[in-house]
């Protein structure tokens, strides 16, 4: 084997070493769960993001980072306002049929169009409506900054997911 080849092998290793300790730092932030929804000509379409956050309340700006190979992302990208929608503890099975491609994923649940043209998911813990202000290029993902135009919570526990698993968030611990 040449010096080249030795070198290229162990520029992967590292590579993929350092890929593993990424994912495994990630593993260690815990974050809610979101559906991220656009209507397009009064067809709903959405994924699940878990890549959302607060950016300001002054003005109420979040975002999202949606992943352009999604089907869901053409119908984002197209749309002037998107839906954030928080889920709640008991709507694990909901962040599973929005974490898979394909199929009419609104079929089985109970959701409405807004007044603005968004998919609002119902039984959630809150949901905000965005204006969308910017699209962000971020090499395999576009990152949405919204202003939201809408919010509304419920008195629902909201869904956790920490390290690949889905938690009770009315079940979580305060640290004392
Ligand atoms: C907990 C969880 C969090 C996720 N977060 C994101 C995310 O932040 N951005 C993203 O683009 N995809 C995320 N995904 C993956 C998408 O939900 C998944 O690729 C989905 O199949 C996309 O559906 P679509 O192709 O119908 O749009 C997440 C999946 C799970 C289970």
Redesign the pocket.
């Known amino acids: 084997m040449t010096d080249t080849g030795t070198t290229a092998i162990t520029e992967n290793e590292r590579a993929a070493d350092l890929s593993n300790r990424v994912r495994a730092v990630h593993r260690q932030y815990p974050t809610g769960?979101t559906v991220v929804t656009a209507g397009v000509d009064g067809k709903p379409?959405g994924?699940?993001?878990?890549?959302?956050s607060s950016i300001s309340l002054d003005p109420p700006l979040v975002l999202?980072?949606?992943?352009e190979s999604?089907?869901?992302?053409g119908p984002v990208f197209a749309s002037d306002y998107i839906g954030i929608n928080i889920l709640a503890a008991d709507q694990v099975g909901v962040?599973g049929t929005?974490?898979?491609?394909?199929g009419d994923?609104f079929a089985e649940l109970d959701w409405e169009l807004s007044r603005l043209g968004v998919p609002v998911l119902a039984g959630v813990a809150g949901h905000f409506e965005l204006e969308v202000k910017y699209k962000i290029p971020a090499y395999s993902?576009t990152i949405f900054v919204g202003q939201v135009v809408e919010a509304a919570s419920a008195d629902k526990a909201p869904l956790v997911?920490q390290a690949g698993k889905f938690f009770d968030g009315a079940r979580l611990e305060p640290v004392q």
């Open positions: 769960v379409y994924l699940a993001v878990n890549a959302f999202v980072c949606v992943n999604s089907n869901s992302y962040a929005f974490a898979k491609s394909g994923k993902h997911y």
